[in-house]
C-alpha cells in the first residue's frame, strides 16, 4: 500500500467548510485533515493558508508545527506509541522497542514503514504507570509487553491485513 501523498482540494474545501473557513477553527482544521490524510501534507498546509481569511500559509504550518498532535510525515495505517517513560524504561520498554523495530524493519530515526502500515514513536508517557511497559495501538492500550507479547501482537495484525 502507497501512501497517497497528493491534496484532494475539493475535500479540503468540503472540510474548510465545515469549520466555516475561520482561523479560530484552524486546529479543528488541521485535525480533519491529519485525520484525512495521516499526516499534513505540505500542500495541504499552504492551500489553507491561502483560503482562510487573516492566515497566511506560515501561520498554518507554525501552528502544525507547535503542537506535538500533528505530524508532517506520513503516519501508518497503525500507529504505535512505546512509552519511555521512568515506570516503563525500569521494566523493559527499550527491548519491546527493539522488538518492533526488529519484527517491522524500521531503522532508528524512521517513522513509517515502507509500506504505510506501521508507525512507530517513543513518548514520554502514556499515564499508565502501574501497567508498565506499556504499548498503544491505534488507542489500545498493551499493558505489561515483553519482546515475545509485541511480537504476537503484530504477528495478528499482520495476519489480519493479508
Given at each position: 500500500?502507497?501512501?497517497?501523498?497528493?491534496?484532494?482540494?475539493?475535500?479540503?474545501d468540503?472540510?474548510?467548510?465545515?469549520?466555516?473557513?475561520?482561523?479560530s477553527?484552524l486546529?479543528?482544521?488541521?485535525?480533519?485533515?491529519?485525520?484525512?490524510?495521516?499526516?499534513l501534507?505540505?500542500?495541504a498546509?499552504?492551500?489553507?493558508?491561502?483560503?482562510?481569511?487573516g492566515?497566511?500559509?506560515?501561520t498554518?504550518?507554525?501552528?502544525a508545527?507547535?503542537?506535538?498532535?500533528f505530524s508532517?510525515?506520513?503516519k501508518?495505517?497503525?500507529?504505535?506509541?512505546?512509552?519511555?517513560?521512568?515506570?516503563?524504561?525500569?521494566?523493559?520498554?527499550?527491548p519491546?522497542l527493539?522488538?518492533i523495530r526488529?519484527?517491522?524493519?524500521?531503522?532508528?530515526g524512521?517513522?513509517?514503514?515502507?509500506?504505510?502500515?506501521?508507525s512507530?514513536?517513543?513518548?514520554s508517557?502514556?499515564?499508565?504507570?502501574?501497567?508498565?511497559?506499556?504499548?498503544?495501538?491505534?488507542?489500545?492500550?498493551?499493558?505489561?509487553m515483553?519482546?515475545?507479547?509485541i511480537?504476537?501482537v503484530?504477528?495478528t495484525?499482520l495476519?489480519?491485513e493479508?
Amino acid at each position: 500500500m502507497a501512501i497517497n501523498t497528493k491534496i484532494n482540494t475539493s475535500k479540503l474545501d468540503e472540510i474548510l467548510c465545515r469549520y466555516e473557513y475561520k482561523k479560530s477553527n484552524l486546529i479543528a482544521i488541521l485535525q480533519a485533515v491529519q485525520e484525512e490524510y495521516r499526516y499534513l501534507p505540505e500542500d495541504a498546509l499552504i492551500y489553507i493558508g491561502t483560503k482562510v481569511e487573516g492566515l497566511s500559509p506560515a501561520t498554518v504550518f507554525g501552528v502544525a508545527t507547535f503542537y506535538a498532535q500533528f505530524s508532517l510525515e506520513p503516519k501508518g495505517k497503525f500507529e504505535i506509541k512505546v512509552c519511555d517513560g521512568t515506570a516503563c524504561h525500569v521494566r523493559g520498554s527499550m527491548p519491546v522497542l527493539n522488538a518492533i523495530r526488529n519484527k517491522l524493519g524500521i531503522k532508528e530515526g524512521q517513522l513509517t514503514t515502507d509500506n504505510g502500515l506501521f508507525s512507530l514513536e517513543t513518548v514520554s508517557c502514556l499515564g499508565a504507570c502501574g501497567l508498565a511497559p506499556v504499548v498503544v495501538i491505534n488507542g489500545k492500550v498493551h499493558p505489561q509487553m515483553t519482546s515475545d507479547a509485541i511480537s504476537i501482537v503484530l504477528d495478528t495484525i499482520l495476519k489480519e491485513e493479508e
